[in-house]
């Protein structure tokens, strides 16, 4: 069975960090691209960080420039989400999701994970 599943999340303080991780089972994330999405209360899902195949990454949202890195880890067949720097309005649910090949839209993403919540609160 092809699952993604993300794990990490948790109640953060602004200006803390957390670290994410989106684990794959089923099949190798060698072919694939791998997305890191967040949706907030009321919002649509959006594009956070995706990383390619060889390690090049594509940043689809301008507010998390110099605080989010995704990272990938093929031998243990998992990608990471470091968040630094979190904000209120970085709140939301954080989803992985794979796509063969290369980064791409919300919508040409294959597999998706369940979602890990995040919520930065004093």
């Known amino acids: 069975q092809l699952q993604l599943v993300e794990s990490g999340g948790g109640l953060v303080q602004p200006g803390g960090s957390l670290r994410l991780s989106c684990a794959a089972s089923?099949?190798?994330?060698?072919?694939?691209?791998i997305g890191w999405f967040r949706q907030a209360p009321g919002k649509e899902r959006e594009g956070v960080l995706c990383?390619?195949?060889?390690?090049?990454?594509?940043n689809y949202a301008d507010s998390v420039k110099g605080r989010f890195t995704i990272s990938r880890d093929n031998a243990k067949n998992t990608v990471y989400l470091q968040m630094n720097s979190l904000k209120p309005e970085d709140t939301g649910i954080y989803y992985c999701?794979?796509?063969?090949?290369?980064?791409?839209?919300?919508?040409?993403?294959?597999?998706w994970g369940q979602g890990t919540q995040v919520t930065v609160s004093s």
């Open positions: 999701a794979a796509r063969r090949w290369a980064c791409s839209t919300l919508r040409e993403y294959t597999y």
């Open positions: 089923g099949f190798s994330l060698d072919y694939y691209a």
């Open positions: 990383i390619g195949r060889s390690g090049g990454v594509t």
